[in-house]
């Protein structure tokens, strides 16, 4: 009946070329109508002729059925308890119970090995268990590990309680659900385990905890805080730093906690060390302290190869499988199918998934089904004008033959470096000097560099690249979308005018360097990685050797030796020949 419907009548799905050939296709296109009508019915105007992909997993509900169950695990194993029970009659109840999980719970989430598999879709699949724990009263903890950027001695850890922290506090000031209560609990748990000299410390690594424990009845004053800071991080160990941790991880995590550590792979040795004792001890307090211990479940993404390219991160695998009372999982993440491919492809474009079959074909053995990649092809075809939506047919028009002979030899990288090289001057400079901070910057800092790079304000520009999806603002930050995007704006231009580029930063963030801590180490890595062979003034060396062992006294205190060990190499390399005798320091 539908293959002979005229075309006059009906557009789109129903034209006679494009009708369906068996019952079972028209069920799945009445499905797709009556779940989604505004979607899926021919008549519906579009306002757009670029396909959009949906903010949502494919092929991920097993994988998102398991964390949500390990999840459960872990707060049953520190003594979550159930509405209808106390928690110390909960946790005896778990005690007997040998189908319920006595162990500290930690997901491994790996993406498949290759240079260009980044986009497997691991941080995507943490969001969306996120997005559903919160809902039933988790709070999270992201700690985004960065390739580039040499950042203050563990401040990547320290900035997700930080940014805890602030959260809370933004909910409390704006009268938010249960936010004054979860920060009032807080606060006495706080108050309760650091004692004067403990404080200060923290202060320094999480500034936003300050304002936490500072009320009417407890104050802090920021000068004495900055002394003692300076007189008890001379002795404090590598040890008591990472109790200090342990303890304030105990304090926060009355309601349960997801501790999210992406990209583990970049992560530093001391963040490695810290985490690996964290760990060990959240299994140990299971049977030592099962009322007080913590109530944090831990999900780490680790790319597969970079386990053999890294010592550290194999040993930190090791050692943490080898951890007392704690249950390690291996998550895997596949490729999509092509069924995946074109259940995604049919809802980016309202079209129909019988329609959609053959280019999710193509799609998916150009992509081999790696969700980025599938996105950003999919925008590109649209570009280049082989993914067309004609607007009196209502239908999409491809040509397959065309689509399946592009040659893509450095995959969806190439599609991000054609996607910038298409901006304006100022927004792909804007990018690349974005791109030169790592994977995030703070707006305290772009504050500081806002006319460097040759832009005349880049607030402005990143606006716009916020609206165009490369970079997303939050939690004081602009942060790149994607990893891959990151990599390809350090791509988009030539080294000398991206060393040109660090230089401006550099010297836009100098005089900032000598009073605050989080600057130094923004300022030493961008001198190490401009080069000693780039600076030829002698002060100039001088200086920035001085600033390198400024950085690594710094890093020593807070007991991470190899970040102090790279400043020292690099301070020396800055140092000309008979230096031991004129510059002795």
């Avoid at 557009?11 to 009556?34: H, N, P, R, T």
């Avoid at 943490?126 to 999270?140: A, D, H």
């Avoid at 704006?174 to 609990?185: K, N, Q, R």
Wanted: proline fraction near 2%; charged fraction near 25%; charge should be negative.
């Amino acid at each position: 009946m539908l293959s002979n419907r005229d075309d006059t009548d009906f557009g789109g799905l129903f034209q006679y070329d494009k009708a369906v050939s068996c019952f079972a296709e028209a069920i799945m296109d009445l499905e797709q109508m009556v779940g989604e009508p505004k979607g899926y019915l021919h008549d519906t105007i579009r306002l757009s002729a670029k396909p959009t992909v949906r903010n949502k997993l494919y092929s991920r509900q097993k994988e998102l059925e398991q964390g949500i169950e390990l999840a459960r695990r872990s707060a049953a194993a520190a003594g979550n308890h159930k509405e209808e029970e106390g928690r110390e009659e909960y946790v005896e109840a778990c005690a007997m119970d040998t189908s319920s999980s006595t162990k500290q719970e930690v997901l491994m989430i790996m993406g498949l090995p290759g240079e260009q598999r980044a986009g497997s879709g691991k941080s995507s699949l943490v969001n969306e268990l996120i997005t559903q724990l919160t809902r039933n009263g988790w709070e999270s903890l992201h700690c985004k590990f960065d390739q580039i950027g040499r950042r203050q001695p563990l401040s990547t850890i320290a900035s997700a309680f930080d940014s805890l922290f602030s959260s809370l506090l933004s909910t409390e000031n704006t009268g938010g659900s249960g936010g004054s209560d979860t920060l009032g609990v807080i606060r006495t748990n706080l108050l309760k385990s650091f004692d004067e000299e403990s404080f200060p410390i923290l202060f320094h690594l999480m500034p936003n905890l300050r304002r936490v424990v500072s009320t009417d009845g407890y104050s802090t004053d920021m000068q004495q805080t900055e002394n003692v800071f300076d007189e008890f991080a001379l002795i404090s160990s590598r040890i008591r730093v990472h109790n200090l941790f342990y303890e304030l991880l105990k304090a926060i995590s009355d309601a349960p906690i997801l501790l999210f550590l992406d990209d583990l792979h970049w992560a530093d040795s001391a963040s490695l060390e810290l985490i690996t004792f964290l760990i060990d001890e959240m299994g140990a307090s299971i049977t030592d302290d099962p009322i007080r211990g913590t109530n944090v479940f831990i999900i780490g993404t680790v790319r597969t190869n970079e386990v053999d390219n890294s010592s550290d991160l194999a040993d930190f695998l090791q050692q943490i499988q080898s951890c007392y009372n704690v249950t390690v999982t291996d998550m895997a993440l596949q490729d999509l199918s092509s069924d995946d491919v074109n259940m995604m492809i049919s809802e980016a474009l309202c079209y129909s998934q019988r329609l959609t079959r053959s280019l999710a074909g193509t799609v998916h053995h150009k992509t081999e089904g790696n969700p980025f990649y599938i996105k950003e092809f999919l925008n590109d075809l649209t570009v280049e004008n082989l993914l067309v939506y004609s607007f009196s047919e209502k239908t999409w028009e491809w040509d397959e033959e065309l689509i399946e002979s592009r040659t893509i030899s450095d995959g969806v990288a190439e599609i991000l470096t054609r996607k910038l090289l298409r901006l304006s001057e100022d927004q792909l400079s804007g990018i690349v000097m974005l791109s030169c901070f790592g994977s995030k910057v703070s707006l305290e800092v772009l504050a500081l560099v806002r006319s460097s790079g040759g832009n005349l304000d880049i607030m402005n520009t990143l606006d716009y690249l916020a609206k165009a999806r490369f970079v997303e603002r939050s939690d004081e930050k602009y942060r790149f979308v994607h990893d891959m995007i990151l990599h390809a704006a350090q791509g988009a231009v030539d080294e000398n005018e991206r060393m040109i580029i660090m230089e401006e930063l550099l010297q836009a963030l100098l005089p900032h360097g000598y009073s605050d801590d989080t600057i130094l180490f923004i300022v030493v890595d961008l001198i190490s990685r401009v080069g000693a062979d780039r600076v030829h003034d002698s002060e100039t060396r001088l200086l920035y050797a001085q600033l390198n062992l400024t950085a690594a006294k710094k890093a020593t205190n807070t007991t991470d030796f190899a970040s102090a060990s790279t400043c020292v190499k690099c301070g020396i390399s800055f140092l000309s020949v008979g230096h031991w005798d004129r510059s002795y320091m």
